[in-house]
């Protein structure tokens, strides 16, 4: 056991979970540009989606592409 090593409390992602993480951010970031609208957008649920869109993306692919389609209609919609 290494004793200087941070206990993380919470769930790890695995590589492919946190790629999808990566990607939700990065595409809510280049679409809303404001850091809280971007926070305020992943983590609230969205109606259209019936879950919390960061859920959705770490969850699947599929989950992925429905929450980078949501982001592109919120981008628009904000311009």
Do not use: W
Request: with cysteine; net charge positive.
């Amino acid at each position: 056991m290494n004793m200087f090593r941070k206990n993380r409390g919470g769930p790890v992602l695995s590589r492919d979970e946190g790629a999808r993480q990566g990607r939700a951010v990065r595409a809510a970031q280049a679409a809303l540009g404001d850091v809280e609208a971007v926070r305020a957008f992943l983590n609230c649920h969205h109606p259209a989606l019936d879950a919390r869109p960061i859920d959705l993306a770490v969850a699947s692919e599929d989950g992925l592409a429905r929450v980078e389609a949501a982001i592109a209609a919120a981008g628009k919609a904000a311009a």
